[in-house]
């Protein structure tokens, strides 16, 4: 497994394993399954720089003024602000990007996460009452995945087992294209009510994070927010926002 050794480098990554470009590098598809939308807009904003997409049916004179702004973004000098301003700043043209897309099209949504790599874990963490799933467990799932997301999609998945009921899911939430190895993976995390708290969590996500390891891909997460807490084994690297 061959992991960037930038965090722009593992933006970079991010991005890839969430949309598919065209030869423009253009966004044109999700790679999250279900009914999950492209952003007009994507930024990841890492220590070393950004790495952007535009939609690519965005206009080519608005995607030119946006490239121009996108461009004018200064990277962080190191040190020059703590750790967590670092991973959770945002664009400082961000108010002029909002204007300039809302000129073509209203603004639908406006998501704002923390980037991170999920580091190694040991072989013990929580294992105990994990399992992993396969194809015909589908129907034990329903709880816990999406509906629109089928289970032989998002494997390998593991599960955390309370009186023979699934009760938390760790799972792939994104898929390569056909003929493709993924580079990076990301993961999806769900626990039922009434079971959260309870280190149900780490034990499936370790086990996950293990079988990407092991395939040779590199295990990424997406936290909500720019503040938010980052547990362990997530690694935040940056900030990434889309507008759609």
Do not use: K
Request: net charge negative; proline share 9%.
């Amino acid at each position: 497994m061959n992991e960037p050794r930038t965090d722009l480098g593992w933006m970079s990554l991010l991005s890839s394993t969430l949309y598919a470009c065209d030869e423009r590098g253009r966004l044109v598809a999700s790679r999250m399954g279900g009914d999950a939308s492209v952003p007009r807009l994507l930024v990841g904003l890492a220590r070393e720089g950004l790495c952007w997409r535009l939609r690519a049916d965005l206009p080519e004179t608005g995607v030119r003024e946006l490239a121009r702004l996108l461009g004018a973004e200064r990277p962080l000098e190191p040190g020059s602000e703590p750790p967590s301003e670092r991973v959770g700043r945002l664009p400082e043209r961000l108010a002029t990007l909002r204007e300039r897309l809302a000129s073509h099209a209203p603004i639908e949504r406006e998501r704002i996460a923390m980037a991170c790599r999920l580091g190694p874990v040991g072989a013990d963490a929580g294992s105990e009452g994990v399992v992993e799933l396969g194809p015909d467990d589908a129907e034990r799932v329903v709880e816990l995945l999406p509906h629109d997301l089928p289970l032989p999609g998002c494997l390998p998945a593991f599960a955390a087992v309370a009186s023979e009921r699934l009760v938390s899911l760790a799972w792939c939430a994104t898929q390569a294209g056909d003929g493709e190895e993924p580079a990076g993976v990301l993961a999806g995390l769900a626990t039922l009510p009434g079971f959260e708290g309870l280190g149900l969590e780490a034990g499936v996500l370790s086990a996950w994070v293990r079988a990407q390891r092991e395939r040779g891909a590199c295990p990424l997460g997406l936290i909500p927010g720019a503040d938010s807490g980052c547990p362990s084994p997530f690694e935040a690297f940056g900030t990434i926002l889309r507008i759609d």
